[in-house]
Structures are given as C-alpha cells and as structure tokens.
C-alpha cells in the first residue's frame, strides 16, 4: 500500500516567489507613501493600518487569482494582466468596505486615486523590470544549468524549441540521447541541438554532476523501459521530469489539476478560467457598452425602417447552442419574411427570395448583427468566438463532423477566426463547415486577449468587403 503522501505531487515554491510578495507589499507602501504628499492627508496610525490591511488583501486576493504561481515561460502580459486583476479587486474591495465603514471619511479622493493609480503602475513596472533583469543574468551565464533530453522524438524537439524560447528559465542544452539507431529515429531539425550519445553515456555524465536536469520524452507507452530509467538515474543528483506525451491526442487547451493531491490532466477543457476568463468578461462587458453606445441611434433608425418596410416584428430570437451546449436565444435584427426555428433551418443562400430589401442590406454590412450586443452583455456571448449555428444545423453536423461539439467549449461569439480568415457565410459543402471547425477549434487551442483584439481589428475589415454575405 503507498502512503497517501507519496502521490501527492506539490507546486513550486521559490526565493523568487517570497521577493515577489516582497516587491508587491513595497509597492503598495510606496503608494500610500506618495498619497501621503497630498495636502491635508492625515499620516497616522489609522493610516498605516490602511498600508498594512491592503498589504494582506493583496496577498489573499493575489492566491486566489493565482498571482504568486510560478511564471516562468509564460508571456508578460499575462502575469501584468493577473496582477492588474489582483490589485483591482483587492482595491473595490477595500473601498467599499471604508465606505460603509465611513474609514475613508478623513482621506482626500485625490489621495485615494493617488495610491490606485500609483500601486497599478508599479505592478506593472516591476514585473517588467524583474523579467529584464531575469533575461540579462541568464544571457550571461549567471545561474544557468545544463539540462538532457531522452528521446529524439517530435515531443523532445518541440521541448528543446520552447526551452529556447525561455531564457529566462536558466537552462543550457547540452542535447539529446537516445539508444535507438538514427534509422529509426530521423534526423534532428537544423538549430535544435545535436544527438550526443547513449542513455547509458548520459548516465555517466549526471553522476559526475555535468547534467542537472533530464527530461524524458519516451512515449507514454514505453513505461517499463522509463522506469529503468529512473532506477538508472536514481544514482546521481540530477532532477529528473517525465514529459507525457499528451500530443498524440488533439488536445484543446488541456490543463494540469489535482483531485485530493492526485494529479490530473484536462485533453478537452474551456481555456476561459481564473484570470483569463476574468479579463476576456471585463473586455466584452466593456467593448460591449461602448459599442451599444455608438449603436444606439442606428439600431433605432433599423427598427423604424424594419417596421416600415415589411410585416413582422423587429427583432428575431433564433435557438442556437451556447456555452457547453446549452441552448441560448441570440438577438438579430428581421431580415427575412420568415422566422426559421424548428428541427429544420435552411441556410441563406446568395439571391435567397426569403431575404427583404432591407434585409439584404442589412446581411452584406452584418447590420443585422447588432442586437446580439444585448447577448454579449447577457452573459451568454462573448465579442469574439465561434459563430453559433442553428440548434438544427448543430444536430446535422455533430454526426458528419468529428470533434464538431467541441466547439462550445467556449462561449458563441459575434465574430471569430473562421469569419476573418474566409469561411464567412453559406457552408453549401461539408468541407466549407469542416473548414470553419477547424478555425473554431485553433481559436480555442491558441486563445489570447491580444487574438481577441487582432480578430476584433480584421472584422471591421471584413465587413467592408462584403465578402460572402448574403
């Protein structure tokens, strides 16, 4: 029987992570100490028990949006967007708090917007300059180790490109090992390290302490000959890590758990949670607005025009499916003299006689589009993701096309990377529809605010071209 202690794999903690909640509590004092400056601020005791409360609130607010987790080969702006976050709430918190507590009463508003705006820049700041400073020292040797790889496979490759990829880890290749023949492993990519010799070579340069770290990237399959390794390996100081080969699955943005300490790992999964998806909803929530604002106007001139021109109401509600399947009613503007909603949807089609005057107009600028604002705000839609299709198009295609549900993994978007990238409009083929899922599913493997925004800037473009809208 093995002790439950045994499989419990626990997360990282580091000196950085300390210095890093270091830097933030300073960064914290320096703000109230600019506040401070302010004319007719009372620097007491409450006033330091202010520093000391916001420091703690930072800190929980920080583990609960996984601030302090180790960011190592993670893009900057995710950690600067993460710590905005953390910083945000922990800041409306405490405001509401001293507001109905009425312990703000004695501090000027400027001094408040002071330590805000002053605490932001600096989480930011800093971040920055830690990464700078992490990539100097590894560029020049400081506190770099030599790691190995096992296995000249697809998945090592790919492990010593995203290790290139990161200086600031730390890490120098040394190469890979394998006992295989080349014959039968192919050749290694041009720039990506050389084959030095045998595992058993490898062996010996880890007992002389000349390899730190050691990856295997053996196939998941090959467990007796990884466990020999390990009882190989078990003789020297080097760190060794399994790499699993999760890649012959298609994978869409799988990500590590545990269940009571017992690790797990998503294949399929929503890529929106903890901070990621806080700050895609903040972004529709206030693009959204923004945009209803600009759109007030026009909307009311179509819905007077739609009333004129022909019978029926103004806006059309078609069933779709929503964020992990559930059905959702997305707003439109009328553009047909029908309403389409059963177990039977026919597809617009260029010249389709169901289509008013109006309604041709309104399809070709995406015009008709707009009211699904109201969904974004909702909560059931977001800016950016796949097109929801009619529910009776999702039951036709769920059993023609592999992987098809997947696609509401996410939350139905107004527009996204199929629609930029030209698989706008009627899908007359089952290669046109696999064409678009196959654009949903990359969106969802690749997700990123700043993909949002570059799919967001390309739509406005594609609207104007007019390009399959019918």
Request: hydrophobic share 45%; charged share 20%; with cysteine.
């Amino acid at each position: 029987m093995i002790p439950q202690n045994v499989l419990r794999i626990r997360h990282e903690r580091s000196l950085g992570d300390a210095l890093l909640r270091a830097s933030d509590a300073a960064c914290v004092g320096l703000g109230f100490a600019a506040a401070a400056m302010y004319p007719k601020t009372p620097v007491d005791a409450n006033y330091f028990l202010a520093v000391t409360i916001t420091i703690i609130t930072v800190f929980l607010v920080g583990e609960i949006v996984g601030l302090y987790r180790s960011w190592r080969g993670v893009a900057i702006y995710r950690e600067i967007v993460a710590a905005e976050l953390t910083w945000l709430y922990s800041a409306t918190a405490l405001l509401i708090v001293a507001f109905f507590t009425r312990y703000s009463d004695d501090l000027p508003r400027a001094a408040l917007l002071i330590v805000v705006g002053t605490v932001a820049a600096l989480f930011a700041a800093t971040r920055i300059v830690v990464r700078m400073v992490q990539r100097s020292m590894m560029a020049k040797g400081v506190n770099t180790r030599k790691f190995a790889i096992i296995g000249v496979t697809e998945l090592g490759v790919r492990l010593a490109r995203n290790m290139e990829d990161a200086p600031e880890l730390g890490m120098e290749f040394a190469g890979f090992f394998d006992d295989r023949p080349a014959t039968r492993t192919g050749e290694i990519p041009a720039g990506v390290g050389d084959r030095l010799g045998t595992i058993g070579e490898l062996v010996d340069l880890a007992q002389l302490g000349e390899i730190h770290r050691i990856y295997i990237t053996l196939p998941m399959r090959a467990e007796k000959r990884i466990r020999h390794l390990l009882d190989q390996f078990a003789n020297s100081t080097a760190s060794v890590y399994i790499v699993p080969d999760f890649f012959v699955f298609e994978l869409l943005h799988s990500r590590w758990t545990d269940i009571g300490g017992l690790p797990v790992v998503s294949v399929f999964e929503n890529p929106f949670y903890g901070v990621d998806g806080m700050a895609k909803r903040i972004c529709d929530v206030a693009m959204a607005s923004l945009a209803l604002v600009a759109a007030a106007l026009p909307m009311m001139v179509i819905a007077v025009l739609i009333k004129l021109t022909s019978r029926g109401p103004v806006f059309f509600r078609q069933k779709r499916y929503g964020l992990d399947g559930r059905e959702i009613r997305v707003w439109k503007f009328r553009s047909m003299r029908v309403a389409d909603n059963g177990s039977v949807v026919k597809q617009a089609t260029k010249g389709d006689s169901r289509i008013t005057p109006l309604g041709r107009i309104l399809r070709k600028t995406s015009l008709d589009e707009l009211p699904q604002l109201f969904n974004v705000l909702e909560g059931n839609m977001s800016l950016v993701g796949p097109r929801p299709h009619a529910s009776a198009h999702n039951e036709q295609y769920r059993r023609l096309i592999p992987g098809y549900m997947l696609r509401h993994k996410v939350k139905p978007g107004m527009t996204g990377l199929a629609q930029v990238l030209g698989w706008r409009g009627e899908t007359d083929t089952l290669d046109k529809m696999s064409n678009r899922i196959q654009c949903d599913l990359e969106y969802i493997r690749e997700w990123s605010i700043w993909m949002d925004l570059k799919i967001l800037f390309k739509t406005v473009f594609v609207v104007f071209s007019q390009q399959n809208a019918y």
